[in-house]
């Protein structure tokens, strides 16, 4: 040590006692039981909130700790979390921790249970449905580590929020896709082993990256230098989505030099997963390389993918699934030459670079900027067709259900549709799609159009495809303005382009299919351009590959800049932030539709809207267990392009009166962290005010598309969340979380009803009637309880009671307007019917698993790393329960002149019944 | 001992990572051929006679045993003009299977061979003749499920031509229903050559008159939700091939698509069909002194001045005027003229007489059928004196004049029979038939502006021009 330092110390010891507390240094190393160091252990003071990490020799140190009695809280991804009372009398005190680990891949870490099924036949989007993914539990809160695993089997969404109010950022770049709103979990999905590193700040709690959003926000730290040096191989099995899993990857660490990098890889695959006629077929890859460059500066470049294949399946009426047997009814399958064959295929595959530089500019502020590249697709086939019989095996016609004499003939009626439903229950082929027949209708139309000779496909296997690209840039200011003030400031500039189109991708052995409008309305015979799909280009011959029937992109960019301070005291913390942000749009149509001659081709008016938001907050330790908190936030949110535009396949027309949402939530409560209890319970109050959004849908009796534009929307979502989490001694923690909510519409929307095959208002600003409806989106209302042992040999059992309640299924805005209530009695049964909102039964489902690690060193006694082999089995779901409607929707249809609600019934989709996750990990570090 | 671990470490890793990548998803399919063959293990057990023979009217039979037909569909519904109805008939007759689905022609187009099970199948004969088979609704026949059909009706062979039998219109009732006919040398009745099939922007069917030379005809029936509704028929003579059926009493043709109909030759009456328009002066100067004929392939047009309603002329006659003329049309013998005033109408003269009743000139013995309205219109009145109309009472006959400032006089004080109209310049009569409505009313004795039409009527004393008033509520102001 130099003169200067010994000078120095000294000196740093004299400046803290010049404070008006004594205050003392707060040393120590931190270790696992085999006295290997522990890297990048959490050193927390309680209550003040000041921490360090531990480094690579797992010594730590935290000065100006006041004397007194304190907490300690020392936790990391790889071991359980400790929380020490500790009287601090001296001026330096040392600690030896000694860390338990955390048995890896319990089963909830485990299985990413990311669903990959959608609500509809034209819903493209991709990612979770809502809520965050279980990939990312940070099972450190109870009430977090319910929400991603245990409740996501029945898809519940936290406060009922949509996915658009959570925000999820890798390595510094926002990880969400601006156009749809949604968060791109699926870039990452299978790469478990490199996520591990993350943040989780939940609902309006103040982040560090990022001023975040209502719902919470994630970081994720996925660069080489945070990565476990580590060689790591397992093997799953399972009968969810995916049967196989396989994953392999390797961190190197950092070297003296400072380059670190890490590897991973990941395979899962089925052939069938647990709904019949799905597959899956995922590789994942990514890839990191980072240089410390000084003390200063370093440097991450970051590049992963995931490239995923999958068979979808779609939610269906209770009549097919009763016919059928089974409440996992897919209508998207069918047999050709005697093999399973789905036509609803979903191809995604989008890799992304991200380049980190972390600055510290000095010892109390940093800068981390980030810049990322993603590109790439995400397709969904299905059948297409052009003046033929409708293929789908559960159209409604083709149903027992159906009465073509209109209850005119009941006796008639009776014997039809017995022997439908027969011919129905006994045949599954029949059930199914035919494409053997649907071959032949192909074979057989030998003729001639637009001087092509050949067999011109009356089916064909089209591509919905979207193309996207995105860049991002990202850019977070931290300073430690003094001892009691933080600040946290940012700039994030995001643009993304995404195109739209369809493509031929099997024409199904025939020689040519044909960009026609299918559904065009050919009644005013002297507009024959009404035909036509791309005017400039008509009447044209198609081949696979070839695009067809709409193409446009959507131009969208976001650029926001944000600032927050956080006040940290001995009692109170407080913390206050504001954004504003700009987000601008347009589209650019490269066909000229038929229909819509002078609004399709070329760019639309740009929308632009300017948006703010302003939060705060304030924590009241009663001591380092007891807290008391109350936040609020209030914001703006511009519509989302694929909400703002009433039908962008075909022309530019916005939604009337197009408007930013405004949204305040409010959020409260008390948090207890004591030894051997933590326990929070949350109070939260949201309200959406003004948004919009726009549904699509196949009308058979407009025999085209309509669409559903609805503005004004109003919602308050309400609730509780509890958790308690006790260890009760000897190895068994109890845990018990309730999330109890009532999300509902506050006020009554407007729809604007258009139809694509002509330009005329089906509806224009008509009222819905849905106030006091529920929001549709998982129950509103799950509990859990959960026993967990943990034995000192490193084994593990735990078993989960839970219980869901109050799903509500997505309402049909048509059905409550003037016009579906005409000449119905106010208040009689037929009324009441129209008018309600479908609840579902209260559901109870049970969940197991266990897990085993066998540290090979103690056997042999000569292996020169620390080797580990791990087992995981995880049960969903024990009890078998089938009937476990996970959501489910009211069909865009409603037949007006009956007014009977169940001719077009609502469809729903079921959880899986019992389903396992096997995992066998070889781990060497 | 170290060596052979890290050995099966190694071996371990590399079984791991060799068991991730053998897998793989299969993604190809083969795709079926269907060989264009009749499906083995059915043959047909009657035929359709046979079970057109087990039919009653307006009762559907049942029937139980496991009868099987075979036929080759003979229309399919491509075009729209065939809805939920595979029409198919063998050497014996023709049967309509009714079925619940739309574009059934994707898997049964037309000459497809179809078997068909009629176990569990209700077969009946309506009032007409046409046979249906299908399932039963009460006293009808209902469609076939389309969940089912496809069990009933076996699919065969397909790119069979179905040879349609050659008719006569003049021998209908030996036709089979259900079946495909050729009918030769025949055309569209003038009245419905040129037009559209049928009513597109309305959705609604149009009936349609094809006859032969020797004026037998038939219907011919198309749907208004067919592709071809707007096509405009031919106004040649040739041949059609269509669906034989039967409705009220008479015979029936349904078009299977606009490829079927081949008119394009000489009519029956010598015309192509297609009539060129002339101006009714150049009509009119035809007529040199003597009777004659219009030639072949013309039409005149205009808007008709006289008044249907007050019956002030003969009822088979009407009065039209264009840019050029006027001229009275007559039709033929029982037919009435059934056009209104301001109506405009086109009239095909080709090969009819211009004769001259009484030194009015006429064109006589028009069939109805040539006359057709084509719009609306006024014609408003040459403002002249008597004595301008008197000079010029040749050129402006059967035209619309008006005399201001005249006096009405006569042996009586109603319109009925011979009246004088007198103004500054001379006097001419006026004549109203004792059938007019207004035949009985009063004229007025002060002056007034008349409107009215140029006539002639050279019996007893020549020339005889004449006023022709059509309502003096309008006429006489």
């Known amino acids: 040590m130099s003169a200067i330092r010994k000078l120095i110390l000294p000196l740093l010891f004299i400046i803290p006692c010049l404070s008006m507390a004594q205050t003392a240094t707060l040393k120590g190393v931190v270790h696992d039981e085999a006295g290997i160091p522990v890297e990048n252990a959490k050193i927390e003071i309680r209550p003040s909130g000041v921490f360090t990490t531990s480094d690579s020799s797992g010594s730590f140190s935290i000065f100006n700790v006041p004397y007194g009695k304190t907490e300690v809280n020392i936790s990391g991804e790889a071991f359980n979390a400790q929380l020490i009372s500790i009287d601090i009398t001296q001026p330096e005190v040392n600690l030896d921790i000694q860390t338990t680990d955390r048995l890896f891949e319990s089963a909830k870490a485990a299985s990413d249970n990311i669903p990959v099924i959608t609500l509809s036949d034209d819903d493209l989007r991709e990612g979770s449905a809502g809520g965050v993914s279980s990939v990312l539990s940070a099972s450190r809160d109870a009430f977090t580590s319910a929400t991603s695993f245990v409740f996501s089997a029945a898809r519940f969404r936290i406060r009922g929020y949509e996915d658009e109010n959570f925000l999820t950022l890798m390595n510094g770049i926002p990880m969400n896709d601006i156009v749809s709103g949604r968060n791109l979990y699926s870039s990452f999905s299978g790469l478990n082993d490199v996520v591990r590193s993350r943040e989780y700040s939940q609902g309006l709690a103040p982040a560090t990256y990022s001023y975040g959003s209502i719902g919470g926000v994630y970081h994720i730290d996925s660069r080489a230098s945070r990565q476990r040096k580590q060689f790591q191989t397992s093997y799953a099995h399972s009968n969810r989505s995916y049967d196989n899993r396989f994953m392999i990857t390797y961190g190197s660490g950092i070297s003296n030099s400072g380059w670190s990098y890490a590897l991973s890889y990941s395979r899962r695959w089925a052939d069938e997963g647990f709904v019949k006629g799905t597959f899956y077929d995922g590789h994942s890859y990514f890839a990191s390389v980072e240089k410390i460059i000084n003390s200063k500066h370093s440097l991450a470049l970051t590049?992963?993918?995931?490239?995923?294949?999958?068979?979808?399946?779609?939610?269906?009426?209770?009549?097919?699934?009763?016919?059928?047997?089974?409440?996992?009814?897919?209508?998207?399958?069918?047999?050709?030459?005697?093999?399973?064959?789905?036509?609803?295929?979903?191809?995604?595959?989008?890799?992304?670079?991200?380049?980190?530089?972390?600055?510290?500019?000095?010892?109390?502020?940093?800068l981390l900027t980030a810049a990322s590249f993603q590109t790439g697709s995400y397709k969904v086939s299905g059948l297409d067709w052009y003046n033929a019989e409708d293929p789908r095996p559960d159209y409604y016609r083709r149903l027992p259900s159906y009465d073509p004499f209109f209850g005119e003939n009941p006796e008639a009626y009776a014997a039809l549709s017995a022997e439908v439903a027969a011919a129905l229950r006994?045949?599954?082929?029949?059930?199914?799609?035919?494409?053997?027949?649907?071959?032949?209708?192909?074979?057989?139309?030998?003729?001639?159009?637009?001087?092509?000779?050949?067999?011109?496909?009356?089916?064909?296997?089209?591509d919905r495809v979207t193309d996207n690209r995105r860049i991002n840039f990202n850019s977070t200011y931290s300073s430690i303005i003094n001892d009691n003030l933080q600040f946290n400031g940012g700039l994030t500039v995001q643009n993304e382009v995404s195109e739209y189109y369809k493509e031929v991708k099997d024409l199904m052995g025939a020689d040519f299919f044909t960009d026609l409008n299918q559904f065009a309305d050919l009644s005013n015979s002297a507009n024959k351009d009404v035909l036509q799909n791309n005017l400039d280009n008509p009447n044209r011959i198609l081949k696979e590959g070839d695009r067809y029937s709409y193409n446009y992109a959507a131009h969208v960019n976001h650029a926001a800049v944000w600032g927050q301070g956080v006040w940290k005291y001995n009692r109170m913390d407080y913390f206050a932030g504001v954004q504003l942000s700009n987000t601008s749009f347009y589209r650019s149509g490269k066909y000229r539709n038929g229909?819509?001659?002078?609004?399709?081709?070329?760019?639309?008016?740009?929308?632009?809207?300017?948006?703010?938001?302003?939060?705060?907050?304030?924590?009241?330790?009663?001591?380092g267990r007891n807290y008391f908190f109350a936040n609020a936030a209030y914001l703006t949110r511009a519509p989302l392009f694929e909400n703002a535009f009433v039908s962008p396949r075909t022309r530019d027309f916005i939604a009337n009166d197009l408007k930013s949402e405004s949204i305040y939530s409010v959020e409260g409560g008390y948090?207890?962290?004591?030894?051997?209890?933590?326990?929070?319970?949350?109070?939260?109050?949201?309200?959406?005010?003004?948004?919009?959004?726009?549904?699509?849908?196949?009308h058979g009796d407009f025999r085209t598309f309509v669409n559903y534009t609805i503005t004004q929307i109003d919602k308050r979502h309400a609730g509780f969340e509890l958790a308690a989490e006790v260890n009760a001694g000897k190895g068994i923690t109890l845990s018990a979380v309730?999330?109890?909510?009532?999300?509902?519409?506050?006020?009554?929307?407007?729809?604007?009803?258009?139809?694509?095959?002509?330009?005329?208002?089906?509806?224009s600003n008509e009222i819905v009637f849905a106030k006091n409806l529920h929001v549709a989106g998982g129950p509103q209302s799950a509990y859990t309880f959960g026993i967990n042992y943990r034995s000192k040999k490193f084994w593990f059992v735990n078993v989960n009671f839970n219980y869901f309640n109050n799903l509500y299924i997505d309402f049909n805005p048509s059905r409550r307007t003037y016009n579906a209530l005409d000449l119905v009695e106010a208040g009689t049964a037929k009324w009441n019917e129209i008018l309600s909102q479908e609840r579902t039964d209260g559901q109870f489902t049970m969940d197991a698993s266990a897990g085993w690690s066998w540290r090979l060193n103690n056997k042999f006694r000569d292996l020169k790393k620390q080797t580990f082999i791990v087992f995981n089995l995880g049960v969903s779901n024990l009890l078998n329960n089938e009937d476990m409607i996970t959501s489910g929707f009211e069909q865009l249809r409603f037949d007006a002149d009956t007014k009977d609600v169940n001719r077009f019934a609502p469809k729903y989709y079921y959880g899986y019944g019992t389903t396992f996750f096997a995992s066998i990990t070889f781990r060497m570090n | 001992m170290r060596i052979l671990k890290n050995k099966i470490n190694y071996l371990l890793m590399l079984f791991v990572i060799a068991a991730g990548f053998s897998s793989c998803v299969k993604d190809e399919f083969d795709a079926p051929v269907t060989a264009n063959v009749d499906p083995a293990g059915i043959a047909a057990t009657h035929t359709i006679a046979q079970v057109q023979s087990m039919a009653v009217a307006n009762v559907p039979t049942p029937i139980t045993t496991d009868i099987v037909i075979s036929g080759v569909i003979i229309a399919d519904d491509e075009s729209g003009s065939i809805y939920k109805e595979i029409i198919i008939s063998d050497s014996t007759g023709g049967i309509s299977i009714q079925?619940?689905?739309?574009?059934?022609?994707?898997?049964?187009?037309?000459?497809?061979?179809?078997?068909?099970?009629?176990?569990?199948?209700?077969?009946?004969?309506?009032?007409?003749?046409?046979?249906?088979?299908?399932?039963?609704?009460?006293?009808?026949?209902?469609?076939?499920p389309q969940t089912l059909y496809e069990q009933y009706v076996i699919k065969g062979m397909w790119g069979l031509t179905v040879t349609p039998t050659v008719i006569s219109l003049g021998a209908l009732n030996?036709?089979?229903?259900?079946?495909?006919?050729?009918?030769?040398?025949?055309?569209?009745?003038?009245?419905?050559?040129?037009?559209?099939?049928?009513d597109a922007p309305n959705l609604r069917f149009k009936n349609l008159t094809i006859k032969d030379c020797a004026n037998n005809d038939i219907i011919l029936y198309t749907s208004g939700y067919a592709k071809f509704a707007s096509d405009t028929t031919p106004t040649g003579n040739g041949t059609i091939i269509a669906v034989y059926k039967r409705y009220s009493g008479d015979g029936e043709l349904i078009l299977r698509n606009t490829s079927d109909v081949r008119m394009d030759s000489t009519r029956c009456n010598g015309n192509t069909g297609n009539a060129v328009l002339m101006p009714i002066d150049s009509l009119r100067m035809l007529h040199t002194g003597t009777t004659t004929f219009a030639p072949a392939d013309k039409k005149i047009k205009g808007i008709v001045i006289s008044d249907i309603s007050t019956a002030h002329i003969n009822s088979r006659n009407v009065v039209i005027q264009d840019g050029t003329a006027g001229i009275l049309v007559r039709f033929e013998f029982g037919a009435s003229n059934i056009f209104f005033l301001g109506d405009e109408i086109e009239v095909i003269v080709s090969g009819l007489e211009l004769s001259e009743f009484n030194g009015l000139l006429q064109v006589n013995n028009v069939p109805l059928a040539n006359a057709v309205k084509v719009g609306t219109g006024t014609i408003t009145p040459r403002v002249a004196t008597v004595a301008q109309i008197l000079s010029n009472a040749e050129a402006w006959e059967s035209t619309l004049v008006q005399i201001q400032n005249a006096t009405i006089s006569g042996s009586g004080s109603t319109y009925s029979g011979s009246r004088t109209v007198t103004d500054v310049s001379g006097s001419m009569v006026m004549f109203t038939s004792s059938s007019a409505t207004f035949s009985a009313q009063t004229y007025p004795v002060t002056p007034v502006t008349i409107t009215s039409i140029v006539s002639q009527y050279n019996i007893p004393t020549p020339p005889g021009y004449q006023l022709s008033l059509r309502n003096p509520a309008l006429d006489v102001q």
């Open chain 2, 174 to 198: 030996s036709v089979k229903t259900n079946t495909l006919v050729q009918i030769n040398n025949c055309e569209f009745i003038q009245a419905n050559a040129g037009v559209t099939y049928a």
């Open chain 1, 426 to 462: 006994s045949n599954e082929a029949l059930r199914q799609i035919q494409w053997d027949k649907l071959y032949e209708a192909n074979q057989i139309n030998d003729t001639t159009f637009n001087g092509t000779s050949g067999k011109w496909a009356k089916y064909v296997v089209a």
């Open chain 2, 99 to 144: 079925v619940d689905v739309s574009n059934f022609n994707t898997n049964y187009p037309m000459g497809r061979r179809v078997f068909v099970k009629c176990k569990g199948l209700y077969v009946m004969k309506d009032a007409d003749g046409n046979y249906e088979i299908g399932f039963q609704n009460g006293a009808d026949i209902a469609r076939i």
């Open chain 1, 595 to 623: 229909v819509f001659p002078n609004n399709s081709l070329g760019d639309s008016d740009t929308e632009s809207f300017f948006n703010y938001s302003l939060k705060g907050g304030a924590t009241y330790k009663h001591n």
């Open chain 1, 738 to 763: 309730a999330a109890i909510g009532e999300h509902i519409y506050s006020d009554r929307p407007l729809a604007t009803i258009t139809q694509d095959n002509k330009d005329t208002l089906l509806a």
């Open chain 1, 303 to 366: 590049a992963f993918g995931a490239s995923t294949k999958n068979g979808r399946s779609a939610p269906a009426v209770l009549e097919i699934l009763d016919l059928a047997g089974t409440n996992y009814y897919n209508p998207y399958w069918g047999y050709q030459n005697g093999k399973k064959r789905n036509a609803n295929v979903g191809h995604g595959h989008q890799p992304i670079a991200i380049l980190t530089h972390d600055w510290k500019v000095s010892d109390r502020s940093s």
């Open chain 1, 671 to 698: 948090l207890l962290r004591a030894p051997r209890v933590k326990a929070k319970a949350v109070a939260y109050y949201t309200r959406f005010n003004d948004g919009t959004e726009t549904k699509s849908f196949y």
